[in-house]
């Protein structure tokens, strides 16, 4: 701690993430005293990167893990320094029915995707439709992604610049319905659905349209839906927010839990434990980088039960291998595989069988994944001797597991995860994942399985959920909401600065900015 800490601040802000950075970067820079409190003992929330494997030199992204949503705006604003890698193959999906033979998306490049369209389903039919298909949600990306950073447009006003069967296909009517009617190849629209799945737990033809908002946040990034590698692992992008911050004249404690929040909507007293003891602060503006759930909490308001539709959804596993393993499928190089995002028995049909085990209580069979190998595109965040021995890393992440799997008296427990995982994986393998594992100097395979009870209990998320709270429309959908940030609350001295906020989820800083905004406009 540089300086004695004061007993009043312009702004206190709680939760360190990368959105709350955001927040606290904006604000000081515009002359408001700033006072950071987290209750971890280091930056980042889910946006960090950690050496998981004690002993081992590898840096992973341990949550987060992809670049999309965080605009070059804000990259601009504050001066983050962030380049990241384009990977050669968007994707390679392994035909479940025959491993052997898959479809791999190449990036850029249309005379190589309709090859392999050609290969994978016998013709160039739903070529064509994929290149249309994401010409329209291209469309889209340029109306929407420009609005994130503005006061909310309403819902008739973003509808107005949209194409009517786009505004139909992709904001009105199941996502389920269009992929069926646009492609016939249920590989080729379980490569699509996935995106809608991320973290959300959803049938294709849910009429609540959650997969359609989470696909909507997939394809819009930047106007391009590109995700692409942060060069130096995640932690390079919050590190740099977090400083940043601080030489705006920020003050960031960590190892400083709040316990106690309360306002009036005009004044309010922010309590942590710093150093041991109980500390109590007053500001004008608190703004909330936790989720909205654990702020009632703080302000001890009754906390409303999570259904099992909003939940977490998700297991993410991080790996380190000796070796990349052999695939079934020996018309495409490992390394090619690898690059982009492979997608494991997440055909439509899975995905949707997948969603109606899980409805009963049980864990899908086989685990629809997607894996990622992020040292074949950023071999930096292993250490040279790592590098020298081809040790490579494996990120994998599961759909359609919602958190009740992992919470009663039938809980699935770690071990019983990890196998249907790795069950899974190996099923497109011409080797055991197990045995390309990197063994760590404590002798024992270097592979971490978090779940949702896992997020909920390391980063005090409520059920795991990486959104803190359903992903919303990006655009007003009263006429109250017209015109206001999406970060507000009942209290107008209260505002939500994190994933929770009305634009949040995903790695963004969008919601740091608008809470930032917002005060700085009053």
């Known amino acids: 701690m540089s300086a004695p800490l004061a007993d009043r601040y312009d702004c206190i802000i709680i939760g360190a993430g990368h959105n709350a950075l955001v927040a606290a970067a904006y604000l000081a820079r515009d002359g408001r005293s700033t006072l950071v409190l987290e209750s971890a003992g280091h930056v980042g929330g889910a946006a960090v990167s950690a050496e998981v494997f004690q002993g081992v030199g590898a840096r992973l992204s341990k949550y987060s893990y992809l670049v999309s949503l965080l605009p070059h705006s804000i990259r601009d604003d504050l001066n983050i320094d962030l380049t990241t890698i384009r990977r050669s193959v968007a994707s390679y999906t392994p035909d479940p029915q025959d491993p052997t033979r898959g479809l791999a998306i190449p990036v850029a490049n249309e005379a190589a995707l309709r090859e392999q369209f050609r290969a994978a ?125 601080e030489e705006a004249g920020a003050t960031i404690i960590v190892s400083a839990p709040v316990t106690e929040v309360e306002s009036d909507g005009n004044q309010a007293r922010v309590t ?59 018309t495409i190089d490992p390394w090619d595989a690898f690059n982009g995002t492979f997608h494991i028995n997440e055909a439509y049909s899975q995905l949707q069988r997948a969603a109606a085990q899980a409805r009963k209580g049980v864990l899908p069979d086989p685990i629809p994944a997607e894996i990622y190998c ?117 209290l107008a001295n209260v505002v939500i600065c994190g994933a929770g906020a009305k634009r949040g989820g995903g790695v963004s800083g969008i919601p740091g900015h608008n809470a930032a905004q917002y005060v700085l406009g009053r």
């Open 374 to 490: 992020h040292s074949l595109s950023d071999p930096s965040i292993l250490s040279a001797d790592l590098q020298a021995q081809g040790v490579q890393t494996l990120t994998l992440f599961a759909l359609q597991i919602p958190h009740d799997l992992f919470t009663g008296p039938n809980a699935v427990s770690h071990e019983a995860a990890q196998a249907a995982v790795l069950a899974s994986l190996n099923s497109v393998l011409e080797e055991p994942i197990e045995d390309c594992l990197f063994v760590g100097p404590d002798g024992r395979p270097c592979i971490e399985v978090n779940t949702t009870v896992d997020l909920e209990n390391s980063l005090n998320i409520p059920t795991g959920n990486i959104f803190h709270t359903p992903l919303e429309w990006p655009f007003a959908e009263t006429d109250e909401e017209i015109g206001t940030w999406g970060v507000e609350t009942d």
């Open 121 to 245: 389903t016998g013709s160039e039919e739903d070529a064509d439709a994929w290149i249309d298909f994401y010409s329209r949600t291209q469309r889209v990306a340029a109306v929407v992604f420009p609005t994130l950073t503005s006061p909310l447009p309403s819902r008739e006003a973003i509808r107005a610049q949209i194409d009517p069967q786009d505004w139909l296909d992709f904001f009105e009517r199941p996502l389920g319905e269009v992929l069926e009617r646009t492609f016939k190849n249920d590989v080729v629209r379980g490569v699509i659905l996935t995106d809608a799945l991320i973290g959300t737990f959803a049938d294709a033809h849910d009429p609540h349209l959650g997969q359609n908002i989470c696909f909507l946040y997939h394809v819009i990034g930047n106007g391009t839906g590109d995700w692409d590698v942060p060069q130096g692992g995640m932690g390079r992008v919050t590190d740099q927010i977090a400083k940043r911050a």
């Open 272 to 330: 942590a434990m710093i150093d041991g003891a109980q500390r109590t602060f007053t500001c004008d503006y608190v703004l909330a980088g936790c989720a909205p759930a654990v702020l009632d909490q703080l302000m001890n308001r009754p906390v409303v039960p999570i259904s099992q539709l909003d939940a977490g959804a998700q297991i993410k596993v991080n790996m380190l291998l000796s070796r990349l393993p052999k695939l079934k499928d020996t």
